[in-house]
């Protein structure tokens, strides 16, 4: 049985469009591949669907990456080429890095909408930071564009 064969054997759908390891429950599951090394399985997707994964820059190289998020999917469709930052920031915008920002950032004291409001205030900063309760400094930051960008 060939590589292609061996892989795709031990692949199931899970009704949500991924494609999931069925003989391990492992976070990225691993398959030896044709010369004998153990591959992370989404990186054998990849490779099985696209060809040889490009050699890239720095430490990390090239990475495969989820669209889906689903770690244990080696659905070839849900799967793109980036490099360590361009895979950090995707995490951060999808809001599972360790810097959450705006509403999702655990300390946050206003909401999207009351940051909209806060812009289009036109009143002292000091009486729009006493009626949302915190503090002109803040007020001011938001009005300047310095936090809660947009």
Request: hydrophobic share 30%; with cysteine; charged share 30%.
């Amino acid at each position: 049985m060939g590589e292609a064969q061996r892989f795709w054997a031990k692949v199931i759908p899970d009704g949500a469009g991924c494609l999931v390891w069925a003989t391990s429950k492992e976070d990225y599951p691993r398959f030896r591949n044709a010369k004998g090394e153990l591959e992370k399985g989404h990186r054998v997707s990849w490779r099985l669907k696209h060809g040889p994964i490009p050699k890239g820059d720095g430490y990390h190289g090239t990475e495969v990456c989820h669209s889906c998020d689903n770690r244990r999917c080696v659905n070839p469709d849900h799967l793109f080429i980036s490099d360590q930052t361009g895979n950090m920031q995707d995490m951060e915008n999808k809001g599972r890095g360790i810097h959450p920002s705006k509403e999702l950032h655990g300390r946050a004291k206003l909401t999207e909408k009351q940051v909209e409001d806060i812009r289009s205030d036109g009143r002292f900063q000091r009486i729009i930071a006493a009626e949302y309760g915190v503090n002109q400094t803040l007020i001011s930051a938001i009005k300047r564009g310095k936090i809660w960008t947009i």
